[in-house]
């Protein structure tokens, strides 16, 4: 704590009639709430992300590209395990045409698990003229996923 900090602590304990001996154990309770505080604070965290995440899909559908790039940007600063974010906003930087940076924010959704990351992935190896990496991408995706009849299909036909 700063020296201000501290001294205005002090003074307001003073002001509330709070006596000497009790400074210390009120500054740990002091602490502790802050501690909670914050605690608190950054477990909501991934709740505001995912609500900038919708409001940058609104931002897109509405046709406000630039504020659908801000929001997703600020969705993933605040959540950087927001996979979704990353592949949204891949997919704007892919109508862009900005293919490298789609390329790295699908690479980091994929390796956040989120599953349409990788079929990004693949349309961009497709686009940038590599069917084999596009190819290899999609079988390795459909490995991690679990068996299902519709996976089962697609392994089939690769």
């Not at 009639?17 to 605690?39: D, F, M, N, P, Y």
């Not at 927001?82 to 906003?89: P, Q, V």
């Not at 079988?139 to 068996?147: E, Y």
């Amino acid at each position: 704590m700063t020296e201000g900090g501290r001294r205005a602590i002090e003074e307001a304990m003073e002001s509330l009639g709070i006596g000497r001996h009790w400074w210390q154990e009120t500054k740990l309770g002091l602490s502790i709430a802050l501690l909670l505080g914050l605690v608190g604070f950054h477990s909501t965290l991934p709740r505001i992300s995912e609500q900038l995440s919708e409001a940058a899909q609104t931002a897109e559908a509405e046709g406000n590209y630039a504020q659908a790039e801000a929001k997703y940007q600020r969705a993933i600063s605040l959540n950087d395990g927001n996979a979704e974010a990353y592949y949204n906003l891949g997919q704007l930087y892919m109508d862009w045409g900005k293919t490298e940076l789609a390329r790295d924010q699908f690479v980091l959704a994929a390796r956040g698990g989120y599953w349409p990351a990788f079929n990004g992935l693949a349309n961009f190896y497709l686009l940038a003229g590599d069917p084999g990496e596009a190819a290899s991408i999609a079988i390795n995706a459909l490995a991690k996923i679990p068996d299902t009849p519709d996976t089962q299909a697609l392994r089939a036909e690769l």
